[in-house]
């Protein structure tokens, strides 16, 4: 496995850097940058307020408890911000984006659990950053998304209370498919069907626990239609210098369509070193995801399986699936349904639950 691994890895890399050879970026194999600032762009500024409401009515229960329901939104799904830009000319421009979370449930979007309502805090900063476009890439800084987080996303339910990285299907936290690094610097190149980014914590401030430190670096790589049409490749990265260990993970994906129908099958294989929510007692561990999503008119279906093995306890990991619909009801407003369940074991710690719920989204 790890054989195929440096070979995916090396093939990423290898193919689109053909394009460059002997050449401009305007070649075949490598078309003009993707994610950079017009050169035709007029200057001045704009900002955009842009948002999405979501409320859930769910049903959690653990093995040997009762079932609890709740109508609140503490994954975040709900959202609202502001975004930019604005043109200085000869290609460039400075753009930005400032979004929180917000749950109109229960009036705590970070998740707290507070008892007194008035600690609680119904936004909670997602993404706040200041960047800029070039004919070279983009670059940011400040709070923004890891490309280990939002490459290959396939799962319709994320941030609702039934997304398979709360059901230990998927890896999560900061190092992984919860990944918001704060007080850290950003770049990324679109160019053809080569997508490239990298992340880097920049701080090292006694005032200021809740950054990534200067150690702190993370890396994506996306191919689309490798060697075949609808066929993609993404590989990822995140390492965390404090506990010198990391989180990767390699991603097949292929879209294919039946009659007008859109279908897309995946598979991810993830080599986790930081989730002591999945693997709970050292957080080491290997994950095997597999989904399919069917998209016919306004409505998508998926199913998901996973299976993880624990690194040091044997016999130990799990197996987890959600099932998941999402209905178009409008151009700006969905239902959802999704059910995911978890089959733990008790060598190393874990407890069997699943979760069902039922959502409206508005966007705006």
């Known amino acids: 496995m790890k054989q195929l691994q440096k070979y995916l890895v090396f093939a990423l890399l290898a193919v689109p850097l053909v394009g460059f050879t002997g050449g401009a970026m305007t070649n075949s194999v490598i078309k003009p940058n993707e994610a950079v600032a017009s050169p035709a762009l007029k ?3 704009s900002a955009k307020l842009y ?6 009515y769910s049903n959690e229960k653990t093995d040997g408890s009762n079932a609890q329901t709740a109508i609140f939104d503490d994954e975040g799904m709900g959202r609202i911000g502001f975004k930019g830009k604005s043109a200085i000319g000869n290609g460039y421009a400075v753009n930005y984006k400032v979004e929180w979370a917000i749950d109109i449930g229960d009036g705590d979007a970070a998740g707290l659990k507070v008892s007194n309502s008035e600690k609680s805090n119904p936004f909670s900063l997602k993404q706040g950053w200041l960047g800029m476009l070039t004919p070279y890439g983009q670059f940011k800084f400040g709070s923004m998304e890891s490309p280990y987080k939002y490459l290959a996303k396939h799962d319709i339910l994320h941030d609702s209370l039934a997304q398979m990285r709360d059901t230990n299907g998927i890896s999560a936290g900061t190092m ?4 918001y690094w704060r007080g850290s610097a950003f770049y990324e190149l679109k160019s053809g069907n080569l997508r490239f980014a990298v992340i880097k914590g920049m701080t090292a401030h006694d005032g200021d626990a809740k950054v990534n430190s200067k150690g702190d670096i ?6 689309k239609n490798f060697l075949i049409k609808g066929f993609d490749v993404v590989h990822a990265y995140n390492h965390d210098e404090s506990a010198d ?3 990767r993970k390699y991603t097949l ?3 294919t369509k039946l009659g007008d129908n859109k279908v897309k099958v995946w ?3 993830e080599d986790v070193e930081l989730d002591t929510s999945m693997f709970k007692t050292t957080g080491n561990g290997e994950v095997d995801w597999y989904g399919i999503t069917y998209k016919t008119g306004p409505m998508t279906l998926m199913y998901t399986m996973s299976e993880s093995d624990h690194d040091t306890i044997a016999n130990a990991g799990g197996d987890a699936y959600s099932l998941g619909m ?3 009801l409008s151009k700006t407003s969905r239902l959802y349904a999704g059910l995911s369940d978890y089959d733990g074991e008790s060598a190393a710690g874990d407890t069997d639950y699943r979760t069902y719920i039922l959502g409206l989204r508005h966007d705006f």
């Open 43 to 45: 200057k001045g500024s």
């Open 51 to 56: 948002g999405r409401l979501w409320a859930q």
């Open 176 to 179: 992984s498919h919860s990944s």
């Open 218 to 223: 993370g890396y994506g790589v996306e191919y």
């Open 245 to 247: 260990e990391m989180n």
């Open 253 to 255: 994906t292929y879209n």
């Open 267 to 269: 598979y991810m294989h």
């Open 326 to 328: 999402q209905y178009k």
